[in-house]
């Protein structure tokens, strides 16, 4: 996208931002939004706005741990601000995947792990952080480490489709029109 903030980006007459909000908000107690720019314009939303604790934008586990510092609850869910089509019951999906033995729920298209739509424990927050000082960034590699259930959403292939070009937001725009986001 040009390096532009994706997250106001604008599409069909909102920003990606308002969408991912509209359909988190009733699913959470709270929302935190995870950015390093455009803080105060994230702000707006009168919600609480967190850049990354550690330097160097060292992408999206950075964020997560920075959520899980950031949390007033044991639970917190991870989605990007590229998918205006999150669905309705996403974190009740994922937290059915939760178990005393499984503290991180990840979705599944059927295909592939989507390891930014997530629900973790911030008690994983240690284990988290040392991971990303001894270098490491994938975060398949630190899911893979701890147990973890895969959600299926093979049932809502939407949920996934993310925006990266301008050419793939005239594609999402098009499938807007004459659906209720």
């Known amino acids: 996208m040009g390096g532009v903030d994706k997250g106001l980006v604008p599409l069909a007459g909102?920003?990606?931002?308002?969408?991912?909000?509209?359909?988190?908000?009733?699913?959470?107690?709270?929302?935190?939004i995870n950015a390093n720019r455009n803080t105060e314009r994230y702000r707006q939303y009168g919600v609480d706005v967190i850049g990354d604790q550690i330097g160097g934008y060292l992408g999206p586990l950075a964020g997560m741990l920075s959520g899980m510092r950031a949390a007033k609850t044991g639970l917190i869910v991870t989605a990007p601000c590229d998918s205006p089509f999150l669905p309705p019951d996403l974190v009740e999906r994922l937290q059915a995947g939760l178990s005393e033995s499984t503290r991180i729920a990840v979705a599944h298209d059927g295909e592939r792990m989507q390891p930014v739509f997530s629900l973790l424990?911030?008690?994983?927050?240690?284990?988290?952080?040392?991971?990303?000082?001894?270098?490491e960034r994938k975060?398949?590699?630190?899911?893979?480490?701890?147990?973890?259930?895969l959600v299926n959403f093979s049932d809502s292939p939407d949920t996934f489709l993310n925006i990266?070009?301008?050419?793939?937001?005239?594609?999402?725009?098009?499938?807007?029109?004459?659906?209720?986001?």
Request: net charge negative; aromatic share 6%.
């Open 121 to 135: 424990d911030v008690a994983l927050a240690d284990s988290l952080s040392a991971y990303l000082d001894s270098g």
């Open 164 to 181: 990266n070009t301008p050419e793939q937001c005239r594609e999402v725009e098009h499938k807007i029109k004459g659906r209720s986001v």
């Open 14 to 32: 909102r920003l990606l931002i308002d969408y991912v909000i509209d359909r988190l908000a009733p699913q959470v107690e709270t929302i935190i």
């Open 139 to 149: 975060i398949d590699r630190w899911f893979a480490q701890r147990p973890h259930s």
